[in-house]
């Protein structure tokens, strides 16, 4: 009975809308916090993970060293009770902002080990119907403490948009709408925003549904945009005053930069490939002519790809050892890619396979992981893991 109604895009549904199968795997590994919903849930799991008993190793010289401040070894629900935890912005002093798709909110979340607690401190105007749209990307700039302001990526009745609003005294103020016209549909919304190393914001686009878009220079749709705070193509793109950077996407939910400043984008593919880029202004990343790796010189191949049950790729991130990391939906996992200097990727590792079920967004803050759920059911939440939860060094 699944997906019946839809004929275009038929397996790599991202609406979590038919995963009830999955709706209860993500309380398996620290189900002793899932139950305190809401917002305050640190709980410390001091026996749930088997990686905490690894941390600590045994003190055996003098008394008077200092412990460490009380950070548990192990996951901690940051925040739970979400419906679709989209994306994280982590700010100056450690706090972390959160968008909960299906509902609009932004949610705050205090530094960890701080003790204070989280609140939701804004909403945005979103259209929300069934489907993949409402609240997605969030993103902040470097200079955030000097100029605090909060872009936001969310669903209208008639397009995808970007706002700016403004963060003062601990809550979000009016949003701004800067960018506008960003196709919108039922799939396919793209919606990851981030801030590059140039300062310009990056947008990841989707084609919604509408395959023919990711090749038209003329389209949103199928795109990595390049703008400026205030909404305009930024200087230097690759075609003239358009803000599309790179084109022939499907629907691009990961933005990340490594320590060459090289930006890697996740794509989810139809039927066949899932696929991680390496993005260069310009180029043509193939879709709908083609998907995944197919050697013609017209398109850029993705540097790895997967079979789209093991991934279906949201947010990626760069770890502390330089590696991608990529949030598998439907591969309910973390993938980690170690990239090499001249643009190839080694051997790729599955890590936390159906722990959390369908896991949408990544952060490395501080020296912890933080991933997000999106299972729906108001179930979805942030959790901080050890780094070696994910393979990380
Ligand atoms: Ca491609």
């Known amino acids: ?12 549904p991202e609406a979590p809308s038919t995963s009830a199968g999955s709706s209860t795997a993500g309380t398996s590994s620290t189900s002793a916090t899932s139950t305190a919903v809401g917002t305050r849930t640190a709980v410390p799991p001091s026996t749930a993970s088997p990686t905490a008993s690894t941390t600590t190793p045994p ?3 003098t008394s008077r060293a200092t412990p460490p401040p009380s950070q548990p070894a192990g996951p901690v629900t940051l925040l739970g009770g979400l419906d679709i ?9 450690g706090s972390a902002l959160v968008s909960e798709r299906n509902t609009g909110r932004v949610h705050h979340v205090p530094k960890p080990g701080t003790g204070g607690r989280s609140t939701v401190v804004g909403r945005l105007p979103i259209f929300r119907t069934e489907g993949e749209g409402g609240l997605l990307g969030l993103a902040v700039a470097a200079d955030f403490a000097s100029d605090p302001v909060v872009y936001a990526y969310y669903t209208t009745n008639s397009d995808n948009r970007i706002a700016a609003v403004e963060w003062r005294d601990g809550r979000l103020g009016e949003p701004e709408v800067i960018f506008s016209g960003i196709p919108s549909g039922r799939r396919h919304n793209g919606g990851r925003i981030a801030f590059g190393p140039d300062g310009y914001l990056y947008v990841g686009t989707g084609e919604a549904g509408d395959t023919g878009l990711s090749q038209n220079l003329d389209s949103l749709g199928g795109k990595i945009l390049r703008i400026t705070k205030e909404g305009e193509p930024a200087p230097g793109n690759p075609f003239g005053g358009s803000p599309v950077w790179s084109y022939g996407h499907r629907n691009v939910q990961g933005l990340a ?10 794509e989810f593919g139809q039927n066949t490939w899932d696929e991680l880029n390496l993005i260069e202004a310009g180029k043509n990343y193939g879709w709908p002519e ?5 050697g013609n010189s017209d398109f850029v ?3 790895a790809q997967w079979p789209t049950d093991e991934m279906s790729p949201s947010g990626i991130a ?16 973390v993938w980690r890619v170690p990239v090499n200097a001249d643009g190839t990727a080694g051997t790729a590792t599955r890590h936390l396979n159906r722990t959390y079920g369908r896991i949408r967004d990544i952060h490395f803050v501080g020296n912890r992981v933080w991933i997000t759920t999106s299972n729906n059911n108001r179930a979805d939440r942030l959790v901080s893991l050890p780094l070696s939860a994910v393979g990380a060094r």
């Not at 935890?85 to 002093?93: C, E, G, I, R």
């Not at 083609?290 to 197919?294: N, T």
Request: net charge negative; glycine share 8%.
């Open 257 to 266: 930069w490594d320590s060459r400043k090289r930006l890697w984008a996740s």
């Open 85 to 93: 935890a989209w994306s994280v912005a982590v700010l100056p002093d």
């Open 290 to 294: 083609v998907e995944g790796r197919e």
């Open 318 to 333: 760069v770890g502390p050892d330089g590696a991608v990391y990529m949030a598998a939906l439907r591969g309910e996992s």
């Open 59 to 61: 003190k055996t010289t």
């Open 1 to 12: 009975m699944a997906l019946g109604a839809t004929a275009c895009t038929s397996s790599t």
């Open 301 to 303: 191949d993705p540097v």
